[in-house]
């Protein structure tokens, strides 16, 4: 049988114990001590890492069969008596986040009536799922200042194991579905009572911040993303970089930062607008000047014909349709490159299928599209401009 000291010491980091058992997981080695503090993963909160007699502990879980912590291990420990030590960084931010979720959770319990019904312990956040529809920013508020308030008062956190039997004894919100006889419960003062194993500080001070960062809907529930402790602190830290740095860039206070960057915004939309009514400028001048040199067919009308290297494909049908419109003109349109692009179009006076033509050039080349009588375009082909000229002039018209 294995003790689990983590239960009535979560702050012990090094310790010796006796192996009694050894087995291999997943082809790894593993351990089970006669007394462990490692933490196994269960109930949200991730396992410990450290090591034992030197050889690093990279997961720790609880055996169903018979309830054994199980110690996997990235190589053999030879020795049966062990030293073994728990990284103590990964161990404190673990106990920051959860005894934070058991904060934040019965504040919103008590702020809004809203009962936890999940919690995962991420790497980067924490989140908890909220049994409610949805929650206004008076009760998050609200929520926040009470779990904050409750860290700042630094209230004794304990735990005690309690015969299931007495469990109507006791405020809990839940009762969990576990098996044995008795239930662990972690009190804090005046303000809490949750059956949980995990580990808890044994302060609400050291918690140090419950910040909440986002509020979400998730599936008809409310879920609540934060970080607590040094996380927090990271994290603060993290969006302060940005923040002067975005503060820094646009030569303004912190505070002017939403003002000045929505400015931004509205002058790009306006000089987008301006580009845009140029651009169509431009590209009526071009068209003029290729109506200009267009030849004039045998079936009537006029023909443009002209190749480019590269050009963007949005751009070159632009081209082609203001062309056929301006000049009466059936035009052929290329841009050269990988991929090439074609574009064709001719005046509704005239006549001809611009997609008839534009599979004849697309059956040379392998390449894809389609179109209208009116207008075609395609490319999904590699073309230089000598290549795409010679397509063209293949072209029955
Ligand atoms: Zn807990």
């Given at each position: 049988m294995?003790?689990?000291?983590?239960?009535?010491?979560?702050?012990?980091?090094?310790?010796?114990?006796?192996?009694?058992?050894?087995?291999?997981?997943?082809?790894?080695?593993?351990?089970?001590?006669?007394g462990s503090y490692f933490y196994p993963a269960s109930g949200g909160q991730p396992h410990d890492t450290g090591t034992i007699d030197g050889v690093n502990v990279i997961e720790v879980f609880v055996r169903e069969s018979d309830q054994a912590v199980v110690h996997v291990l990235d190589g053999e420990v030879l020795a049966d008596k062990v030293a073994a030590q728990i990284d103590w960084s990964r161990?404190?931010?673990?106990?920051?986040?959860?005894?934070?979720?058991?904060?934040?959770?019965?504040?919103?319990?008590?702020?809004?009536?809203?009962?936890?019904?999940?919690?995962?312990?991420?790497?980067?956040?924490?989140?908890?799922?909220?049994?409610?529809?949805r929650l206004d920013g008076g009760q998050i508020a609200g929520a926040a200042a009470l779990a904050n308030k409750v860290v700042w008062d630094n209230r004794p956190i304990t735990s005690k194991f309690i015969p299931k039997s007495d469990i109507s004894n006791y405020p809990l919100r839940k009762v969990p579905d576990i098996p044995?006889?008795?239930?662990?419960?972690?009190?804090?003062?005046?303000?809490?009572?949750?059956?949980?194993?995990?580990?808890?500080?044994?302060?609400?001070?050291?918690?140090?911040?419950?910040?909440i960062n986002k509020v979400e809907r998730v599936r008809g529930q409310v879920r609540v993303e934060f970080r607590c402790g040094q996380r927090a602190l990271l994290d603060y830290a993290k969006k302060e970089t940005i923040i002067n740095q975005l503060a820094s860039d646009?030569?303004?206070?912190?505070?002017?930062?939403?003002?000045?960057?929505?400015?931004?915004?509205?002058?790009?939309?306006?000089?987008?607008?301006?580009?845009?009514?140029?651009?169509?400028?431009?590209l009526q001048m071009e068209a003029e000047r290729l109506v200009e040199g267009a030849q004039q067919m045998a079936t009537g009308g006029n023909l443009v014909v002209q190749v480019y290297d590269r050009r963007d494909a949005n751009?070159?049908?632009?081209?082609?349709?203001?062309?056929?419109?301006?000049?009466?003109?059936?035009?052929?349109?290329?841009?050269?490159?990988?991929?090439?692009?074609?574009a064709l179009a001719r005046a509704r006076s005239l006549e001809g299928?611009?997609?008839t033509l534009l599979q004849q050039i697309l059956a040379q080349v392998d390449g894809t599209g389609g179109g209208s009588a009116t207008f075609a375009s395609g490319g999904g082909f590699k073309a230089t401009v000598a290549e795409l000229e010679n397509l063209f002039s293949a072209v029955a018209l």
């Open positions: 294995s003790i689990r000291h983590y239960y009535n010491d979560a702050y012990t980091t090094e310790f010796e114990a006796t192996i009694i058992e050894r087995l291999t997981n997943n082809d790894a080695p593993a351990v089970v001590l006669d161990r404190l931010d673990h106990m920051q986040q959860h005894t934070g979720q058991h904060i934040l959770s019965a504040a919103f319990a008590e702020i809004a009536d809203a009962l936890t019904i999940g919690f995962h312990l991420g790497t980067d956040a924490c989140t908890i799922d909220l049994a409610i529809g044995g006889d008795e239930l662990r419960l972690v009190i804090i003062e005046d303000f809490d009572y949750n059956a949980c194993g995990g580990t808890h500080v044994r302060g609400s001070a050291e918690v140090g911040l419950i910040k646009l030569t303004c206070a912190m505070e002017d930062l939403p003002h000045n960057i929505n400015g931004l915004r509205q002058e790009l939309k306006l000089a987008n607008k301006q580009l845009k009514k140029q651009g169509n400028l431009l751009e070159l049908r632009q081209l082609a349709n203001t062309v056929a419109r301006f000049g009466e003109c059936v035009v052929i349109l290329g841009a050269a490159g990988n991929p090439a692009t074609v299928d611009m997609n």
